[in-house]
């Protein structure tokens, strides 16, 4: 009974020890930045990720937004695709600053995106282009996720 108890007693040191580590690993060559760029003279803001420590060029991936706009959430997998070793870039597909609070808002945003599908493109593929451009990235490896709206544009 008590070699089990030690066991258990030590377990949580370790995984704490572990975990630690761990976040510390991933967070500490993370490098963000919002990226201003202007499709057909209107204004966008991404969000690059990756980790500058990495050697060597690696995939892109361009992540595109739920209809509620580019929010947190976008952001948040952009650095989860950068903590596994890839560039990511979380894209605009409505205009700075636009962000839904509610369902009307977002629908609205929604449909006036995707009104002309030549815009569609032309915005997502900026984006693509600005991705493949970076530094860090092959630029004839670049994949796309997308979150609701999002998953239907790439």
């Not at 500058?52 to 952009?78: M, S, T, Y």
């Not at 808002?105 to 929604?110: G, K």
């Not at 900026?126 to 998953?151: M, N, P, T, W």
């Amino acid at each position: 009974m008590n070699r089990y108890r030690h066991a258990l007693a030590a377990a949580p040191l370790s995984l704490a020890v572990a975990l630690t580590l761990a976040s510390g690993q991933v967070t500490a060559d993370m490098q963000t930045e919002t990226v201003e760029y202007t499709v057909n003279g209107k204004t966008f803001t991404g969000y690059m990720a990756y980790d500058d420590e990495a050697e060597g060029k690696r995939p892109g991936v361009l992540v595109v937004h739920e209809w509620w706009g580019h929010n947190e959430f976008a952001r948040e997998q952009a650095e989860k695709l950068a903590a596994a070793g890839y560039t990511a870039f979380a894209l605009d597909m409505y205009g700075s600053g636009k962000l839904a609070e509610h369902p009307e808002d977002a629908q609205a945003f929604m449909k006036e995106a995707t009104k002309d599908i030549d815009q569609v493109k032309a915005r997502f593929m900026a984006a693509k282009e600005l991705l493949a451009k970076h530094d860090s990235v092959d630029g004839s490896r670049i994949a796309a996720q997308g979150y609701c709206f999002g998953g239907a544009w790439y």
